[in-house]
């Protein structure tokens, strides 16, 4: 297969195609098996991948960090970006810049949507998005499609309940625009209160795809039809008033008992972290709940394969 | 030997045996050949390691991360895990789990005793207790063990003066244990102001193996006798009274005049930092003092050891 | 060329000969053609570098751990070297022994003039100065130097404009002295507020060569004669009177316009970051301005090419 990714940024979902999704799968799996046997190899060895946490993260920074070691790679570790060259009043232009002129590849969170975007222009180096404010976030989002592709292989059609904050929540923004294009036909029930509810562009996007799409604040009455309910943590760090935030951080919170009537070979996915109850410790252990096993694990496998795409000749 | 270490947990000294501890002085050994000649080499390459050091360290975070590079494993250098998830509001255990999935091993330090035990429950990957609270510092006993044992091959009987925070102190608490089940005949002197006596659970475990323990708060009179003196620093962090604290910080101060009966080959030792003169600097370079030579040394082949011991098939 | 930097501390420009330059330009051409073709190799393997930075740094540290990884070496990635054993009352002397023992070299920043001096005492292991205060930053120094020699290879002659605040400007120290003992004829505008002059002791290092030197405030009117304008940030962090660096850390704004009758082939350096607009936006992507360049990417070549030097046998 042409490696469409080689020297590519990735800071939005927007520009995969369905051919691009089938390549990163397939290094996916190769990742998968190399992890699996011997935990990794040399393949990026010599080349440095910079982390610029400017918003700080304890799982995506490691699942970065760890995929690009695992690779023989080495990385320049900022998670936090304080007491730094921006605070001595440095531009964000220069310091994408000099990390371009050090690093192989830019792996950008920022607290501002569209500053990985900005940092293209900057930077002489591939720049990763990896989670800008409310924005994007296409790894999870890849790595969430590859999870659920995986379970569910020869399905034609999935009903997929995306549940919770989905005004501010960038994991479910990239997520449902790259289900809408994977070419399959989905039945999306976007669920949360009135207040939280996706964002018209994100909907324009995936009605582009003629995808179904159902607006509800009742997570029950969608749980029995459902093969995928995805919750998310609403994210005080979101939140300007926190009145607000306490009245619905608790609005939605799934437990054993609720899923009584769901399908057997349903899948509870979660972006992780799991902060205010959204789900019940009862489901941790549930065979149902993969967000802490597999979907969590596929993060860096396809985060393996993102590196070895973008970065390797 | 067979390797009983692999794809073990270490969190207490209580469950190594003679013929553990036999295994990993061997190992280490062979690392000691191999820092001094080659500084280090590829056998972990493709592991992960995990620092989740929820008590900030300088010295034991930079020991462990530095073994496992010498060995050519990868990092996850997370020193304070503070803005994290957990302050997201995310279980312990969740995090255990997520950086389990991430790394082929845990090393954890944490303010509370007990929690790197709680880690094994969640972990799939081996965890390593890197200082709990007041609970026990097992890889500092093993190598503050290994010192004792390489500069005392022959002795069949040794004093051994444990002297500070005795009841604090977790680094004496795992080391008192430790030799106690060596094999060799101690007489231990347990050296501490009254209020910071050894706690009794610890006395007790010495005394299942018929050592000697000798309970005073007076230093001067038992440097003659010694073959070792380990001394402690009050660890101002455990204090909630600051006043109790500043009575007793500067209750014993080790010097070289006080040293003047000792036996000539005793052997001065410290877990390090020393931070409120409980060791002259005067005593720095002296041949008897080996907390900044081959105590801290050791550290590092000892970690090495258990790296490899623990990690590769 | 026999390697004289082997095991060799670097804390000064001072000791360095114009036969050490020459190796270490050799080895950066080496080190810049491996960097290009292959990003690096394992050359370092095994060993330890302990980047101990008691002043967060940004860039300078980011180099440095880059330059490491990039030769195959392992990194103790200490960036403000906060929540230590300082913090417990450790002593400056203590914290170097330390890791003396753990690295294969120690790369030391730190905020009072003289300690990297200090450390070399109680080290076992090469250390390398990466700013100490107003003092020096000879690794700068050297890839400036190397920068400019690069860029005229067969000039005798080169009029160098250093301009800013020359007082407490540690990069421009180390720049001078050295600068002034390459060999070839040098004048030199030192260009300055009046309060923010060279000190004394650099002016006298320079002298000894016979250099030219030439006192002024007036930026513009030395310009079209230079051959080299070295801008430099007024580091507001070196202030204690902050009303004396809001008077003047305006005072010189290089803009293109400045630059009409400047030579064609002038370079415009900076040790980076730009804070306060002493270099407009608009010279960034100006052919005569190397700092986010040249001067940068020999930064990284520099760095590797010294590790390589003081710590390959």
Known sequence: MNNT?????????????QSDLKLIFAKTIEMQELAQTKGGDRRLAGKIMAALFFEPSTRTFSSFITAMQRLGGGIIPLNGM????????????????????????????????????????????????????????????????????????????LVISLVGDLKNGRTVHSLAKLLAKTGILIHFNFISPKILEMPEDIVRSVSLYNQHISVTDNLAKKIAESDVIYMTRVQKERFKNLIEYNLIKNYYQLSKKMLAKSKKDVLIMHPLPIAAGEISADLDNDPRSIYLTDQLQNGLYVRMALLDLILRK
Chains 1, 2, 3 share one sequence.
Request: charged fraction near 20%; charge should be negative; proline fraction near 6%.
């Open 5 to 17: 990714l080689l020297g590519k940024d990735l800071v939005s979902v927007d520009n995969l195609t």
């Open 82 to 157: 304080t007491n730094t060259s921006i605070e001595k009043g440095e531009s964000f232009e220069h310091t994408v810049r000099v990390f371009s002129v050090y690093a192989d590849c830019l792996i950008i969170r920022h607290p501002l949507k569209g500053l990985p975007l900005q940092a293209c222009q900057y930077s002489k180096v591939p720049v990763v998005n990896a989670g800008d404010g409310t924005g994007e976030h296409p790894t999870q989002a890849i790595f969430d499609t590859f999870t659920i592709f995986q379970r569910f292989p020869t399905q034609k059609e």
